[in-house]
């Protein structure tokens, strides 16, 4: 499989093309962003890191029947993924309390749910993500009502399989953020899942283990993603 050209550069990857229109590859930077990109920097490692994380988790979820746009890991900071068109929705999971759900709220951080909270935010940058409900991805003609069914669905299977998967390593997954995208017909999972798009904390201490380090500055960024990184794939 060949290299093509730049097709799509974010916040935190690159996508290019391949000589096979089906596939893409998607690269991981070691760039950072939060508070809707007001605070840049950049995190070393984070690329390999993500890509790692991301791969393994995929591979993961492929076990329990959860189709993903991932194909394989090309190298360190590269995996090759399935030419997919993406859903504009971002679909968050909460299994407890934190961030911009304690703000919207007035709640205090740490509250276990008695089941998950499923959300769902307009994917774009110049309005802020606004949140949204199924009505109004199926009203504004984002996607059809089998898609956010499906999503909804899957969003819930994928976030109890993670949950056993963290628990497994002294870790509890707080909440998580989803993307799908669609390929010949199908929902898939799409995007990464690491720590920029999950929250962790470490059993027993709470100790954050994810881009909240890098959000509110608590220290051992670089360390952290490491960690979780080593956590997650084994030694
Ligand atoms: N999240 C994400 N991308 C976004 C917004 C949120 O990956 O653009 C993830 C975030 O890492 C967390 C979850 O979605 O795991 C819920 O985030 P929240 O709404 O609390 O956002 P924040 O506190 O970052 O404003």
């Not at 090309?74 to 999971?93: F, R």
């Not at 934190?98 to 998950?116: D, H, M, N, Q, V």
């Not at 909270?117 to 606004?130: G, Q, W």
């Not at 009505?135 to 898609?147: M, P, Q, R, V």
Request: charged content about 35%; overall charge neutral.
């Amino acid at each position: 499989m060949e290299k093509g050209k730049r097709l799509y550069e974010g916040k935190a990857k690159i996508l290019f093309e391949t000589n096979d229109p089906d596939l893409l590859i998607q690269r991981f930077k070691d760039d950072a962003t939060a508070f809707d990109g007001i605070k840049k920097g950049t995190i070393i490692g984070k690329g390999i890191a993500n890509n790692t994380i991301s791969a393994y988790l995929f591979e993961l979820l492929a076990k329990d029947g959860i189709k993903s746009h991932f194909e394989k890991k090309l190298s360190d900071i590269e995996m090759v993924i399935k030419n997919v068109e993406i859903i504009p929705v971002e679909v968050v999971i909460r299994n407890v309390s934190t961030g911009s759900l304690c703000k919207r709220y007035g709640i205090k951080e740490g509250i276990a749910f008695k089941k998950p909270i499923v959300e769902f935010y307009y994917k774009d940058d110049a309005l802020h993500d606004p949140l949204m409900n199924e009505d109004h991805i199926f009203g504004l003609e984002i996607a059809g009502t089998e898609e956010i069914a499906e999503m909804r669905q899957q969003a819930l299977k994928i976030n109890e399989i993670l949950q056993r998967f963290f628990n497994s390593i002294d870790v509890t997954l707080i909440d998580l953020k989803l993307e799908f995208g669609r390929f010949k017909g199908k929902v898939l999972l799409a995007d990464e899942i690491s720590p920029d798009t999950c929250r962790f904390w470490e059993k027993g201490t709470n100790r954050k283990l994810d881009k909240d380090r890098f959000r509110h500055d608590l220290g051992d960024v670089e360390k952290t993603y490491k960690e979780m990184m080593k956590r997650i794939v084994g030694d």
